[in-house]
């Protein structure tokens, strides 16, 4: 096992909880609790593929970012590292459309993290808390009706 | 003013009804009456751009929009590394114009006739329905409209969430059957993401356009396939993800169940048809000769789709509650159009999308007339029906109509889907699954008829009740649109869709 796979075997065993929680568990605010865990799974398995090392928050702080790895995977698709340095690592400060100087070379891409999955990722979060919140709205309205929140107990009433 | 609309039509089909579902709450706090009117005023607003759209679209092509003014598809040469695209764009062509036009229609006139049955079951609520159900429209028309992946998840999350709460409303049974919604659909949500997360991961883009092109440069992920078209497949209820299904629609206020259930799942179709044609197909499926992605999918696909058809016809046929008979056969309808995707032929797909019509029409017309039946102060039950044609004679014939375009009897809308389905599927050599079609016509036959026999052939001697127009009226027209479907098919095909059809 190696460890750069640590957050992806993290992840799938998360969502497997998160799944045999909502399975097999009776009480509803379990089951709740294992489909929060299921999206966190999934939330972790998109901050993992942005994570990369030795790289920077992506604030650009002196110059604007060459997207050279946007770019790249266009063409080829084939999505880490290489790239950017190839091409635009020898010269930096002769920008040609002049945003940065010589002091302050221009940024690149491959510095920094992804944004992309964490701000995916925001939304996400968002959505799962809307979720729960939906779903402890259900659950108080089935508590009123039902009295029990065991799932035996409720199917035993539908009847 | 009208070049205005359709420019902005993507964006205005989402913004018309979320701008009701926000002032709707403000509003009925003082006059809770005034909520019904501004949910039907902004949902028939959508309805009317989504056709101008349409029309717009058939004329002079697809129409796209960026929001934000943010480019979503590289203009310039790929050598431009300072070309930011990472705008989320929205189109609408001719597929997801038709869907567009079918899904703000059915809602629209589910929203005007809703006025009586919401105030009996959910009396005092009115505010808080009508916004939730233009929350749900905004997340089925932004569905309709996005071709960001992830933007994709965003509104399917956004209709979902209010169809939990939507189907929650009345409480009791209904509320435990919302849970049990949420939970499945949040799962089929979940999995939806993982897989964009992959797709993500080996492409770097996640605008459809982009993802289709860059996909069929290099190998596709299976996973994120698998992962896609399950979570699509338990949002649309397709066997053996149905198990939903038929308590959300019949345990839920009728108001609910009418207004969710023509058109929910049926935007999950779109979602899993533009997953299969434009991303993993040949990226343009409107020109007769739609190409499905992964070919290992169609028999998959269509098998499902014929279980579902038998399975769920045969449960429709033992079920007495009128509502969950619906539900079932919901089922088995949505098999058919999964099907149809399956069969991977220009017929088979267009049956598929003619049914996505006719079924959302016929199946809005039965939901109508189980509203009609439950406030006039009948029971539930098909046996309840008993009569039914003597108390309320006009709802009947329309009970009678669609029912008919159910079974799939011509010149009806429901009996030409199936016939380009059938058609498909000869075409493919698939005779198994036109024997699994002509059966599914018969189960249809039998359930049918175990609710006009009641209807028509009960007690006759009922005196005739007062039939509100408010419900009438738009029970009328959804059972025109039955009967125009059929009679406007080939328009609808060969103009709407593709412009030549064998």
Known sequence: MTLELLNYYVFTALMLVGLYAMMTRRHLIRKVVGMMIFQTGAILFFISTA???DADIPIVRHAPVVIAEAAETHDDHDDDTHGADDTHGGDDGHDPSGHGDADHPRAKADDYVNPLPHVLMLTAIVVGVATLGVALGIILRIQEHFGTLDEDEILEKLR | MIAWVSHHAPVLVVLLPLAAALVIPIVALRRPSVAHLIATVFALATAAVSVIALITVVRDGPIHYFVGGWTAVPTGPPSDLTEVVFGIELVIDRVSGFFASVVATMAASTLAWSRLPVGHELPGREGAFYSVACLVLVGLM???????????????????LSGYALVAAKGGRAAAAAFRYLILGTVGASLYLLGVGYLYVSTGVLNMGLLSEVLHQGSMSPVAIAFIVIGLAVKIGLFPFHSWLPDAYADSAVASGGFLAPIMTKVMVYGLLRFLYTILGDGDFTDGDGALGPAALGPILTWAGAIAVIAGSVVACIRNDFRRLLAWSSIAQLGYIVLGIGLDHPLALAGAIL?????ALMKGALFYVAGAQLVAGGGRSIDDLRGLGGRLPATTTCLVIAGMSMIGVPPLGGFFSKWYLLRGALEQGRYGIAVVLLVGSVLAAIYVFRIIERAC??????EATDEPPSMLLPLGLVTLGVIAGGLLSKTVVEVVLWRPVP
């Open chain 2, 142 to 160: 932004g569905m309709l409209v996005t071709a960001d992946i992830f933007n994709f998840y965003v509104f399917l999350e956004v209709s979902s």
């Open chain 2, 457 to 462: 052939f009960g007690c006759r001697d009922d």
């Open chain 2, 355 to 359: 049914h996505v019509m006719n079924h």
């Open chain 1, 51 to 53: 994570a990369k090392v």
